[in-house]
């Protein structure tokens, strides 16, 4: 999948179980995703360089994934340490692994030629661990750009969301304040007192956003790139009001049906974009609203 070289979010770190073996398909690869005896996380092409056999399908013995085709074991860098027929390793045998990083309950990977960058994307320092959260995932049939520029897209509300968000966005005669550079579009509407207002938009580079509401209330999304025509969207919420023990559970499921309710309005546009590749829309015409947008479509080339 040709996407600028960078540290994406993949999943969320709870999906990948020590014991478990965990089959997902990111940038048109399809990957396995496992940990070794200390709980260090590896990520590996999901094919055995023997005969092709799915990884996915074999099993962990000492630290190390065994195929289930002839059992060949490959350890945490990709190297075979066993072959059962030479009763021995293979080492120039291996399979390609992938630099990954977790942090804040996700899961980072490198994706892209040459070495990973020292630098791996923070997550917003806006929430921690202090918060409710609630978390849902999405899937949309629909390219990782389109998805992105979504959320970039505030002109939209009045119109996508006239039902329920919608009624309460800023005309679109008004134009927010942008900030942009090379690591994040961050937008919001200045307050009479100039100072920075608490709710704003921002998307990091290349593919985590936040809706800070409030200082008590936030939603982030990860925007994962499936394949070409694939995109899981990661949501998490995070508040700091209806803090109600026994309640919670009740409260969250509440509040997320509302949102993936919203997140169907996108949807229900978004997918009916095309080209889905918005580097193949060159006969768009942007408009000043579109500020963010076109930032995005610099950057991905």
């Given at each position: 999948?040709n996407?600028?070289?960078?540290?994406y979010?993949?999943?969320?770190?709870?999906?990948?179980?020590k014991?478990?073996?965990l089959?997902?398909?990111?940038?048109?690869?399809?990957?396995?995703?496992w940990?070794?005896?200390?709980?260090?996380?590896?990520?590996?092409?999901?094919r055995?360089?023997h005969?092709?056999?799915?990884l996915?399908?074999?099993e962990?013995?000492?630290?190390k994934?065994?195929?289930?085709?002839h059992?060949?074991q490959f350890?945490a860098?990709?190297?075979c340490?066993?072959?059962?027929?030479l009763?021995?390793a293979?080492?120039?045998?291996?399979?390609?692994?992938?630099?990954?990083?977790?942090?804040?309950?996700?899961?980072?990977?490198?994706w892209g030629?040459g070495?990973p960058?020292?630098?791996?994307?923070?997550?917003?320092?806006?929430?921690?661990?202090?918060?409710?959260?609630?978390?849902?995932?999405?899937?949309?049939?629909?390219?990782f750009?389109?998805?992105?520029?979504?959320q970039l897209?505030?002109?939209?509300?009045?119109?996508?969301?006239?039902n329920?968000i919608?009624?309460?966005?800023?005309?679109?005669?008004?134009?927010?304040?942008f900030?942009?550079?090379?690591?994040r579009?961050?937008?919001?509407?200045?307050?009479?007192?100039g100072?920075?207002?608490?709710?704003?938009?921002?998307?990091?580079?290349?593919?985590v956003w936040?809706?800070?509401?409030?200082?008590k209330?936030?939603?982030?999304?990860a925007?994962?790139p499936?394949?070409?025509?694939h995109?899981?969207?990661?949501?998490?919420?995070?508040r700091?009001?209806?803090?109600?023990?026994?309640?919670n559970r009740?409260?969250?499921f509440?509040?997320?049906?509302?949102?993936r309710?919203?997140?169907?309005?996108?949807?229900?546009?978004v997918?009916s974009?095309?080209?889905?590749?918005?580097?193949l829309?060159?006969?768009?015409v942007?408009?000043p609203?579109?500020?963010?947008?076109?930032?995005?479509?610099?950057?991905?080339?």
């Open positions: 999948m996407l600028p070289k960078h540290w979010v993949i999943a969320r770190s709870p999906e990948i179980k014991n478990k073996i089959s997902l398909t990111r940038f048109g690869q399809r990957l396995v995703l940990r070794d005896i200390q709980g260090a996380l590896t990520i590996m092409d999901d055995c360089p005969r092709s056999a799915q996915s399908l074999g962990l013995k000492n630290g994934l065994a195929c289930p085709f059992g060949f350890d860098v990709g190297t340490q066993w072959v059962p027929e009763n021995r293979a080492p120039k045998l291996s399979v390609k692994t992938y630099q990954n990083r977790e942090k804040d309950g996700w899961v980072w990977m490198w030629d070495e960058a020292d630098k791996m994307p923070a997550w917003f320092t806006e929430v921690d661990d202090t918060f409710c959260t609630a978390y849902m995932k999405a899937s949309w049939k629909t390219h750009s389109r998805s992105v520029e979504n897209d505030y002109a939209h509300l009045p119109f996508v969301h006239r329920s919608g009624k309460y966005a800023t005309p679109i005669q008004r134009y927010p304040e900030k942009m550079d090379e690591e579009i961050k937008w919001f509407f200045p307050r009479a007192d100072l920075e207002p608490q709710s704003f938009i921002e998307f990091r580079f290349p593919n936040i809706n800070r509401i409030s200082e209330y936030s939603i982030t999304l925007f994962v499936v394949d070409d025509q995109t899981d969207l990661y949501l998490k919420s995070y700091k009001f209806a803090n109600i023990p026994g309640l009740v409260i969250n509440l509040m997320l049906r509302r949102t309710g919203i997140l169907n309005e996108d949807r229900q546009v997918t974009q095309e080209p889905i590749d918005v580097r829309a060159t006969e768009e942007l408009f609203s579109d500020q963010a947008v076109r930032h995005f479509r610099k950057w991905l080339g």
